[in-house]
């Protein structure tokens, strides 16, 4: 399988930064033959890399934008993976375009900080539903905490943002966690990543 963009997908440069670590925190915490829905996956990379690494896995990426949907689409016919579904066109923030079927795990990568808090909201509802008992819902991305100082460079991040569009910004996680644990869903586990990211997770009962 080629790294090599096929005709229509499209590459995001920070998906080979933090594509291992993430596949790192994600593989002794997923069971073995779990179904996987991605949300927001982009242009589609992480799916791919994640679908390949973890073969046990279903893995289900989606996404609202026509090209990411093209893009991931490309992607998963060049890759020939048997274990990694066609794109799905979900918007976080309408509960009507989820699946109705059932996921061990629901893994969300640098949407929330990119979006409207309806975004979130709309997050936190469908993995509520969406996951099975037990299931897991895995944020990936900058967040605001309380008690810890926020790098520089998110800092500046987090005003870049604003400037593209004011709904947009690193949420506070002490927020993320009050709305997860509206449905349902209860706090885990706080993971340190590189470049002063985390992974959240999130657990259903």
Known sequence: MSDIPPEGARVAPSTARN??????????????????????S????????????????????????????ASIAAWRASSGL?????????????LATWPEEPFEAVVCINMIHISPWAATEGLMAG???????????????????????????????DESLKRRDP??????????????????????????MPANNLVVVFRKP
Request: hydrophobic content about 50%; cysteine-free.
């Open 19 to 40: 594509r291992q670590p993430i596949l790192d925190v994600l593989r002794p915490r997923l069971p073995l033959g779990a179904r996987v829905l991605e949300v927001a």
């Open 127 to 157: 993995a509520g539903r969406a996951l099975t008992s037990g299931g897991q819902l895995f944020l990936y991305g900058p967040y605001l905490e309380a008690g810890v100082e926020t790098a520089p460079s998110n800092l500046a991040f």
């Open 82 to 94: 048997t274990n990694l579904a066609a794109p799905l066109r979900l918007d976080a923030a309408d």
């Open 167 to 192: 709904a947009w910004g690193l949420r506070d996680l002490a927020q993320v966690t009050a709305l997860a644990k509206t449905h349902g869903l209860g706090f885990a586990e706080r993971i340190a």
């Open 42 to 69: 982009g242009a589609g990379e992480h799916a791919l890399f994640l679908a390949a690494a973890l073969p046990s896995l279903r893995w289900r990426p989606s996404d609202r934008d026509a090209d990411a949907l």
